[in-house]
Structures are given as structure tokens and as C-alpha cells.
T-cell receptor, first 113, second 109 residues
Framework: SAVISQKPSRDICQRGTSLTIQCQVD?????MFWYRQQPGQSLTLIAT?????????ESGFVIDKFPISRPNLTFSTLTVSNMSPEDSSIYLC??????????FGPGTRLLVL | GIQVEQSPPDLILQEGANSTLRCNFS?????LQWFHQNPWGQLINLFY???GTKQNGRLSATTVATERYSLLYISSSQTTDSGVYFC???????????FGKGTSLLVTP
């Protein structure tokens, strides 16, 4: 299994500002992902965080709004830029392990005022 | 993209009752996982089950890949089973998971 931590666990931000969320895995993993869960909804994939190259974004998500970094095999960041109230969500990091199972971090609860 | 449909959307059980949750998917998959999201938002991995049957305590799951569905069985439910149960699948073209809308379960004392 993999243990995934995220920082911050929650935050309240003003519109127009940016927040960077950190994701740390306790072991090296091949693939990391970022998901968004809007209030009362299911999870939607934002992007695949690729180590050493640009992230691969899903339809509806763009790099300017959600820049992602992955400097090594255990760490990734997601930035939510120029935030609006519609960005209020839970943001979750996940990692694909050698056991062919995807594990999730505890999530970052973001409220934008 | 692949469609993932879960039923029922909501379920209320009395403690001790059994239940079956269903997940239908529209294409071949190389990964299927069941998750429980507890009231605090944490996603807990229940099963990795792209095919076959697995059991873990009071929970078991069966996936019939040829017929494109999976079932999650909860026996002797407890109040701590409350939360949202998600089915998520990945197709042969990638590793990212596509989630269903979930089944919201409430177990009452």
C-alpha cells in the first residue's frame, strides 16, 4: 500500500488569489493524479502528473488555471490559480502503486470567498 | 469516454441488514476499484477487483467483466458503514480512474 499526505488539509481563500497544494507519497510511484470533488458530487480527474514532463490535462482543465509540478517520484503540487467561488471543492491527490491499486490522499478542502 | 453507473443512488438500512450495491460500466476495463468515502471525506480503498470475487470481513465484491458489472455486498451493516461508496474503473488505454456518482448509504441504529 501507499500512504499519501496532503498539505494543507483545508483552507479559506479570497477570490483572485492562488493556492498551492502539496502531495507526498511514502514510496516511489510511477503515476500520480489530481482529482476534484465538488460539493455533493463524484470525483473528476483534473490531470495526470508526469515526472519530468508537463502534466496531461483532462478536457475542461487547463495548465494556466491548474499548474502542476512533479519534480520526483514521490512528490507533486497542484496550484489553483486566480480562484473564484466555483473552485470551492475537495482536491485529492492519488498514486498508482506497483500493486495495481490507486490510493488517495486525505484531500484538501478549499473554500473560496 | 467510459460510462460508470451506480445503483441505487441512496440507501437507508437498519443496523444488521444486508445490502448489494451495483456498478455497470460501458467498456472493457483493466482496473475496477470500490472505495468508501467516510463522512470526513477520506477515500478508503475497499477492493481492487477487475474480475472475480473477493471478500474482506463483512464486505465482498464480484466483478463479471464479460457482462460489464460489479457488485459490492455489505453484510450485517453497522453505523460505521455509512458514507458514500464509489465504483471507479480504468480502461485499457490508461491508468486514471473514472468514477461513478456513488451510492450514499446511511445505516441507522
Amino acid at each position: 500500500s501507499a500512504v499519501i499526505s496532503q498539505k494543507p488539509s483545508r483552507d479559506i481563500c479570497q477570490r483572485g488569489t492562488s493556492l498551492t497544494i502539496q502531495c507526498q507519497v511514502d514510496s516511489q510511484v510511477t503515476m500520480m493524479f489530481w482529482y476534484r470533488q465538488q460539493p455533493g458530487q463524484s470525483l473528476t480527474l483534473i490531470a495526470t502528473a508526469n515526472q519530468g514532463s508537463e502534466a496531461t490535462y483532462e478536457s475542461g482543465f487547463v495548465i494556466d488555471k491548474f499548474p502542476i509540478s512533479r519534480p520526483n517520484l514521490t512528490f507533486s503540487t497542484l496550484t489553483v490559480s486566480n480562484m473564484s467561488p466555483e473552485d470551492s471543492s475537495i482536491y485529492l491527490c492519488s498514486a498508482w502503486t506497483a500493486q495495481e491499486t490507486q490510493y488517495f490522499g486525505p484531500g484538501t478542502r478549499l473554500l473560496v470567498l | 469516454g467510459i460510462q460508470v453507473e451506480q445503483s441505487p443512488p441512496d440507501l437507508i438500512l437498519q443496523e444488521g441488514a444486508n445490502s448489494t450495491l451495483r456498478c455497470n460500466f460501458s467498456d472493457s476495463v483493466n482496473n475496477l476499484q470500490w472505495f468508501h468515502q467516510n463522512p470526513w471525506g477520506q477515500l478508503i480503498n475497499l477492493f481492487y477487483i477487475p474480475s472475480g470475487t473477493k471478500q474482506n470481513g463483512r464486505l465482498s465484491a464480484t466483478t463479471v467483466a464479460t457482462e460489464r458489472y460489479s457488485l459490492l455486498y455489505i453484510s450485517s451493516s453497522q453505523t460505521t458503514d455509512s458514507g458514500v461508496y464509489f465504483c471507479a474503473v480504468a480502461t485499457n488505454s490508461g491508468y486514471a480512474l473514472n468514477f461513478g456518482k456513488g451510492t450514499s448509504l446511511l445505516v441507522t441504529p
